[in-house]
């Protein structure tokens, strides 16, 4: 059991400090919704983990977290069995994404046009 039900407490998972980047991102069109963004990414596989997007008057308005699966046998992150946690601030409510992903043992030539022609 990952989460308990009072509280909605993670646990039975193990997490790791990872060294990131904080990127902030200013917009410069006066009308667009978010004033700013700040993504924090990490540094060794440029994945997201955490994203901030501030309104006009500079409040935290929404937010997105994800955490990623690891295929260690092909050596790269996934989707699968993860939890996406999406928060508005400002409207009080969110919303808990749960994607699931099948590893495809597919080469290049697989996915190329020529290799879809030929699937066809």
């Not at 440029?46 to 955490?67: A, I, M, P, Q, V």
Request: charged fraction near 30%; proline fraction near 4%; hydrophobic fraction near 35%.
């Amino acid at each position: 059991e990952y989460w308990s039900s009072k509280g909605l407490e993670m646990r039975n998972v193990r997490l790791e400090r990872r060294p990131i980047y904080v990127v902030k991102l200013t917009q410069q069109d006066p009308n667009y919704v978010y004033k700013e963004r700040v993504f924090y990414i990490d540094k060794e596989t440029f994945t997201f983990y955490h994203n901030e997007f501030f309104d006009r008057k500079g409040r935290l308005y929404r937010s997105w977290d994800g955490n990623y699966g690891w295929f260690p046998d092909m050596g790269t992150f996934t989707w699968c069995g993860t939890f996406i946690l999406m928060r508005d601030h400002v409207d009080l409510h969110s919303g808990i994404e749960q994607p699931y992903q099948l590893p495809a043992f597919w080469t290049r030539a697989d996915t190329s046009l020529e290799g879809f022609i030929k699937a066809k």
